[in-house]
């Protein structure tokens, strides 16, 4: 949001975590980030919109030009039907002419740069260690993390899952009666996206 706002564009933004929403505002009150009333005059005394909401049933009165799903996000769908339901729910956040843009890790990615991997490394006065695996039957990439508040000494532990979807999978999920799917890219590139790739790019247009 901060990084899109900085660029001109009127932007809002959810999360299914409380927490991490809570700390997304403050965040955009620091950096100054408001709503406009026209798309050219800031609202001052109010900051961009965040709220905390489930990307699989969200139910928004608001209308947007494009909406960004990225890093993994679809991702933490564990079944298709959920998939679906993100694409529908979205599509009544979209305008007609508009798009929306997301992402998906493949199992390339999975098996070449995170099937036995370990990290340890620290950001201000945490320290964290990550384990990560990936598990062929049932296509899940296991994520967990063990952070250190080396001032106090409290730890926390976090297990992330991850469903991991065949790219065709998907495509049959994105032409329906709302979207039309407009291209699937290989990372940030202009590239057809496949199962070679480490990450695919979908760009679906509403109709």
């Known amino acids: 949001m901060i990084e899109l706002s900085s660029a001109g564009y009127d932007v809002s933004g959810f999360d299914a975590s409380f927490d ?12 100054r980030i408001f ?4 798309r ?12 905390c909401g489930d990307m699989r049933i969200m139910a928004i ?3 947007f030009d494009v909406a960004l799903c990225l890093y993994d996000s679809m991702n933490y769908c564990r079944e298709l039907g959920a998939v679906a339901g993100v694409l529908y729910s979205m ?14 890790c493949t199992e390339h990615n999975c098996r070449t740069h995170f099937a036995n991997y370990h990290e340890r490394d620290a950001i201000e006065h945490y320290s964290f260690t990550r384990w990560s695996y990936y598990q062929p039957h049932g296509r899940m990439q296991i994520n967990e993390f063990l952070l250190i ?7 926390y532990r976090e297990v992330h ?14 032409d329906t009666p709302q979207w039309r799917l407009m291209g699937c890219y290989d990372g940030f590139s202009r590239r057809e996206g496949d199962e070679s790739s480490d990450r695919v790019h979908f760009v679906l247009r509403r109709k």
């Open 91 to 104: 599509a009544h956040a979209v305008r007609p002419g508009g798009l929306m843009i997301f992402d998906v």
């Open 35 to 38: 709503s406009f009333d026209d």
């Open 40 to 51: 050219s005059s800031p609202i001052t005394d109010s900051p961009a919109k965040l709220w």
């Open 61 to 63: 009165r608001e209308t």
């Open 161 to 174: 899952q991850q469903r991991i979807y065949r790219i065709d999978e998907v495509k049959t999920l994105c």
């Open 20 to 31: 991490m929403t809570h700390q997304a505002r403050k965040k955009i009150q620091a950096r």
């Open 149 to 155: 508040d080396e001032r106090g000494g409290a730890r």
